[in-house]
């Protein structure tokens, strides 16, 4: 999971590139359809309050809804699973297919088998694995990582689909949206039927009647939970509601919020398994509830970041973002609120850096379906990473001198002075092009303003002093 | 509201970087009939602590602008949207149960960005003048969603010539230290900025956070563009050039 290199590193390396220059056509499109469909729906607002009140009850009570969910889906006929880890889940779920004599696995989207990287677990043991969300598909066959949430291959252009699909799949190089979806369906729709075993995530599971909910927009949720003989989904334990209503409301604003669309195209809900007279659906369904840290965050002060409900929204209206990316961040979860979930998951070494990758302009807060106080929990983790001593020295030891000085108003009229003093040589008709030590990053890309030989301190007191 | 007592708190960076802007706001509120005190004991807010996360400082230094404050009477004003929202807000939670809290709790409730003064307070008319050049307007984040502050700037541009600015409440990469700490985003998220507001045909790039100003104007010289930037202060003052 840790990457060696920092945040910055992979950052500055993706600035201007292809892959970034793609981000920011792609994002565009989500962020005005998002706002077209939420100025034209009049109770988004109220929908988003009711949203968040939902999400934070079930956080509230996830102990209760998830032992009232596993009892629905036992009587059901379905068996639920609980992971306190990564190693346990995957173990569970290759434990089934094993069983099962499981050898091609198809799935549809689930960040959580990234997180817990399922993929290469069972690839390992020799099963063949299948992604059938398109951009899932994509970025499997060019063996690269989602860079968001929901679209995994926002960094990649069509043009690059069009080659990598003629050099995988050996088919005429096309460019052509439709065309390059007939080739990944025609593709797929074998393997399907081929397929023993389905995996997918889960958008939202719902107590009251033991179902699971999946949202798509391809139809791949649909053929993944209902044509092979065994169906296994994937829930990050928050994943939960009470009651169908509260499924409801979150369904109102999480397609809204993700693609600006009213509602994804499927809405597939899972009752447990194939029924006597059903014409089809699995023999056997299983759902595997992961913990893998989030009873740590649930526990600390931004647990409300599990009330998230994965649309995206805050990664699209991010500045940092949409010039760099999500492979940036070097993780499963990118964006804002990746850099909350990623330290509460995987720890602060060497994550701590993630909270700092943020102008605290507030955009996400502004757009977050459940109003997810996202800025406020940065804050936290920066203060925990400072806390810890991860800052860099200049940082702590300038800080530290900053706030001497400020706290005693001789002191900061004499440093005001002294750098006035020692940036006049510098300074050309006020402004300084070039700057020595932890500064000069500003000024590598923009002038600064030369301290004021004045301060206006200095001047009330000769203009306007008593 | 004649002869109205405010204090002037110009905040750190208009104190050392920027004192015309202080000397603006200062005009702007003497012109608007106010008695105007500077409490002379002001240093910084804290905040440049507070975002990076080393609370104790910002604590150390919050606790020492409330004690300047408190002593004082009447509207505090602020010009800058970023500034206000650190009191505003951020103090209440810094001192939250400890013995400052009512201090905190008295400071918060007096403090008011500058716009949000002349406007909501004041009834202040528009005042704004730029004659002969065109004016984009750049929303600061802190102000526009920290504070909720957009209509008031509107208002007081309504007699200057606004042209529209593409991603007007979008952040300009600013951010306090990591326009430092991760200065090639800051600058691609600025590029992208400058980009806008040259297109927009504008002469003079307007704001109320001289914080993002001194970056984007930074930026804009770095460039060798034509572009002027101003502070909304300098221009209700009528120093517009």
Redesign the interface.
């Known amino acids: 999971m840790s990457q060696p290199v920092s945040f910055?590193t992979r950052?500055?390396a993706l600035?201007?590139s292809r892959e970034a220059a793609a981000v920011v056509k792609g994002i565009r499109h989500f962020t005005e359809a998002r706002d077209r469909v939420a100025e034209e729906f009049p109770i988004m607002e109220e929908l988003r309050d009711r949203a968040r009140t939902i999400r934070l009850h079930s956080l509230r009570h996830l102990d209760r809804l998830l032992g009232h969910f596993a009892d629905q889906v036992t009587a059901l006929g379905g068996t639920v699973h609980f992971a306190a880890d990564a190693d346990e889940a995957n173990r569970i779920v290759a434990e089934i297919l094993q069983r099962s004599g499981s050898r091609l696995v198809v799935k549809s989207k689930s960040m959580v088998s990234e997180e817990i990287e399922l993929n290469s677990h069972l690839e390992g043991l020799g099963m063949e694995v299948v992604e059938t969300d398109l951009g899932e598909f994509i970025v499997q066959l060019a063996g690269d990582t989602p860079s968001h949430i929901i679209a995994p291959v926002l960094h990649l252009t069509r043009q690059d689909v069009a080659a990598l699909f003629s050099e995988k799949l050996g088919v005429e190089y096309t460019d052509d949206p439709t065309e390059l979806n007939e080739i990944a369906r025609a593709h797929l729709r074998e393997i399907f039927l081929r397929a023993d075993a389905g995996i997918s995530g889960v958008n939202m599971a719902i107590a009251e009647t033991g179902s699971v909910v999946l949202v798509t927009n391809e139809g791949n949720g649909r053929l993944t939970t209902t044509a092979p003989r065994v169906h296994i989904a994937l829930m990050g334990m928050e994943r939960i509601v009470s009651r169908w209503q509260d499924a409801a409301v979150v369904l109102e604003v999480l397609a809204r919020s993700a693609t600006g669309q009213r509602l994804s195209v499927y809405t597939n809900v899972i009752t447990g398994p194939r029924r006597d007279g059903d014409p089809d659906g699995p023999e056997e369904t299983h759902v595997v509830v992961i913990d893998n840290g989030r009873s740590e965050i649930l526990s600390g002060p931004t647990a409300e970041i599990l009330a998230c409900i994965r649309c995206g929204a805050c990664l699209n209206v991010c500045?940092?973002f949409r010039?760099?990316g999500g492979h940036a961040y070097g993780t499963v979860y990118s964006g804002p609120i990746g850099s909350i979930v990623t330290p509460g998951l995987h720890g602060m070494d060497p994550w701590w850096e993630l909270p700092?990758?943020?102008?605290?302009?507030?955009?996400c807060?502004?757009v977050c379906p459940i109003r997810i106080q996202i800025p406020?929990m940065l804050?936290h983790?920066?203060?925990?990473?400072?806390?810890e001593g991860r800052?860099p020295g200049w940082?702590?030891r300038g800080?530290?001198r900053?706030?001497q000085?400020?706290?005693d108003?001789q002191k900061?009229r004499r440093a005001?002075k002294w750098?006035s003093r020692l940036s006049a040589p510098l300074a050309s008709r006020g402004?300084l092009r070039r700057i020595p030590g932890?500064?000069r990053?500003?000024t590598?890309?923009?002038?600064?303003?030369?301290?004021?030989s004045?301060?206006?301190?200095e001047?009330?007191?000769t203009n306007?002093?008593s | 509201m004649e002869g109205q007592r405010v204090q002037l708190l110009v905040t750190c960076l208009v104190d050392a970087l920027a004192p015309q802007v202080g000397r603006a706001t200062l005009a702007v509120l003497e012109r608007s009939g106010c008695q105007v005190d500077f409490p002379e004991g002001q240093t910084c807010c804290g905040q440049p602590a507070f975002n990076v996360g080393l609370t104790d400082q910002a604590r150390e230094m919050a606790a020492h602008t409330l004690d300047v404050l408190d002593e004082t009477e009447g509207p505090i004003v602020v010009p800058s949207g970023s500034c206000s929202e650190m009191i505003v807000h951020h103090y209440l939670e810094l001192f939250e149960g400890t013995d400052r809290a009512d201090q905190a709790e008295r400071v918060a409730a007096r403090t008011r960005e500058l716009t949000q003064f002349l406007i909501d307070d004041l009834g202040a008319a528009p005042s704004a003048s730029c004659a002969g050049c065109s004016v984009a307007y750049h929303y600061s984040c802190h102000g526009l969603r920290g504070l909720g502050l957009q209509a008031q700037a509107d208002r007081l541009l309504e007699d200057v010539e606004r042209v529209e600015l593409d991603g007007d409440k979008e952040c300009c990469g600013f951010g306090g230290l990591f326009s430092v700490e991760m200065p090639a985003i800051s600058a691609a998220i600025m590029d992208e900025k400058l980009d806008r507001v040259e297109a927009s045909g504008a002469d003079v790039l307007v704001g109320g956070d001289v914080s993002c100003l001194m970056h984007l104007e930074g930026g804009l010289r770095r460039r060798g563009s034509k572009v002027v930037v101003r502070h909304i202060a300098e221009l209700l003052a009528g120093d517009e050039k």
Request: a positive charge; one cysteine or more.
């Open positions: 910055v950052a500055d600035l201007g500045p940092i010039t760099v700092y990758a943020s102008t605290m302009c507030g955009a807060e502004e406020s804050l983790l920066r203060e925990r990473a400072a806390s800052l940082l702590n800080m530290s900053y706030a000085t400020t706290t108003p900061w005001k750098a402004w932890p500064g990053g500003w590598q890309y923009r002038d600064l303003p030369r301290p004021a004045e301060s206006f301190n001047w009330w007191r306007r002093g």
